[in-house]
Structures are given as C-alpha cells and as structure tokens.
C-alpha cells in the first residue's frame, strides 16, 4: 500500500516574489514548483498551502516597530498565491486546503502550526498520539516554500514534534531563502531530515 503523502508550500505569496518583500530566485522556484506539481500532484493525498494574512496594523510591520516591511497585508494583491502555481494546484484536482495565518494583529506567526486553528488540524493528521482514525494520518509529509530560512524553517521546526524527522521531507530546489540557504540546509543536517 502507498504512503499517504501531504505536501506543504509555505507562503508562495506576490510580495515575497515580486512585491515589498522578495526573496532572492522566488519566481523560478515558483515556477518550477508549479511543473512539479503538473507532474507528481498524484503522489500527494493532499496539497497545504499556508498564507501570511496579515491585517494592516500587524506587529511584524517595521511601521509598527516590526522588522519586516509592510507585507501580504488582508485581500490586498501581494497577499495573492502566485498566479502559475495557483493554476497549477487547480489544474491538478487534487484535494488542496489553504490556511492563514499571522492574521492577529498582536500575534506573529512564522509558521502555520503556531496557528491555533492550524494546529489542531496537523495535531489530527500527523501526531499518532492524537489521530483517532489510522486512515486520516499521513505518513510522508513534503515541504517547501518562501522563504527558506525563515517561514519554512520555523514550519519545520513545529512540525518534528508532530511526525518526526522520518516522515518530513524537504523539497530544498523550491524553498528559495533570503540567506541564499545556509540557515535552512543546516537544519536539515541537524535534523537528519530527507531532502529531494
């Protein structure tokens, strides 16, 4: 029988492409992504996408005295999913489920499973000491997105609890980084986490 698969792309957001806060070789790892996802998206049960979501006046804001400039703020265009990737997610017809976070305007979120909401979904489908139906929990769980050395890095970081490294695989060719990689390839050595 086949693995049960989840893939996770992290914040493929305009802003973080091509808006106020573009991470360094984004496009073409979106783009590339999306043909990824054109060819394996039936390896995958189901497809993650996380989103910043931010209100106008959120904390991480340097306005605000965040360190970020203002980014993926609610409904705006830079919040938008990169157009290729989106048509590619729909195109594939897979089971695909879209989560935000960072949408309290006092409360950063790095990553998704430091969402409450979120939380509880990955904690019912990763964690076998919480999943109550074998069959809802996935075994192999892909990840990847932008930026690398920050959103992804802290995603990971929630979910080794949750899965285990064994069960975590990141897809380093489409998790572009602002540091040019170094502070997500060390965590992965650190971790003994799979890379493909």
């Given at each position: 029988m086949n693995e049960k698969k989840m893939l996770i792309v992290v914040d493929p957001q305009i802003d973080f492409i091509s808006g106020s806060l573009p991470v360094p070789g984004a496009a073409q790892a979106m783009d590339e992504l999306a043909t990824y996802?054109?060819?394996?998206?039936?390896?995958?049960?189901?497809?993650?996408?996380?989103?910043?979501?931010?209100?106008?006046d959120h904390c991480s804001f340097a306005p605000n005295g965040g360190p970020w400039p203002v980014h993926c703020v609610q409904y705006s265009e830079g919040a938008a999913t990169y157009s290729p990737l989106l048509e590619a997610i729909y195109a594939s017809d897979r089971p695909t489920l879209f989560l935000p976070k960072g949408d309290l305007q006092h409360r950063e979120e790095y990553s998704i499973v430091q969402n409450s909401a979120a939380r509880e979904f990955f904690e019912q489908t990763l964690n076998p000491e919480v999943v109550t139906n074998p069959a809802d929990q996935y075994q192999q769980i892909h990840v990847c997105g932008i930026a690398g050395d920050v959103c992804v890095l802290n995603t990971l970081r929630d979910l080794l609890p949750l899965a285990g490294a064994d069960r975590i695989t990141v897809l380093t060719a489409y998790s572009p980084s602002l540091d040019g990689g170094k502070a997500l390839s060390d965590f992965i050595a650190q971790h003994g986490l799979h890379t493909l």
């Open positions: 996802i054109k060819t394996h998206a039936r390896d995958y049960a189901l497809m993650v996408v996380t989103n910043d979501w931010h209100p106008y």
